[in-house]
């Protein structure tokens, strides 16, 4: 089994920054690529940013030049830097990993549980 677990999440004001964590862990044999989205109340799941094993990135177009993905010196984990946060970020925002179990095997899809960003002045 493979567990993925956010951290990091908070309440910031209107124009602050927070890092958000991803780490996976488990019977992991390689992750092909893992995104975050996030979900405000009365939304539905939108996607934020990916980073793929090969370290291509891409981007909602309302993060673009303030969020970015970027992976962890520790064994897979992966970060989401947000500057300049803005009151329409404020959501629960969700890791994505697409995981091998073991060699040849399918992309299996994993999802964490959440961390809240709250964003407030």
């Known amino acids: 089994q493979v567990q993925v677990v956010e951290s990091g999440g908070g309440l910031v004001q209107p124009g602050g920054s927070l890092r958000l964590s991803c780490a996976a862990s488990?019977?992991?044999?390689?992750?092909?690529?893992v995104g975050w989205y996030r979900q405000a109340p009365g939304k539905e799941r939108e996607f934020v940013a990916r980073?793929?094993?090969?370290?291509?990135?891409n981007y909602a177009d309302s993060v673009k030049g303030r969020f970015t993905i970027s992976r962890g010196s520790a064994k897979n984990t992966v970060y989401l830097q947000m500057n300049s946060l803005k009151f329409e970020d404020a959501a629960d925002y969700y890791c994505h990993a697409l995981v091998k179990t073991f060699a040849g095997s399918y992309d299996i899809n994993y999802w964490g549980k959440g961390t809240l960003v709250t964003v407030s002045s």
């Open positions: 488990g019977r992991i044999y390689s992750i092909t690529a």
């Open positions: 980073i793929t094993s090969g370290d291509n990135t």
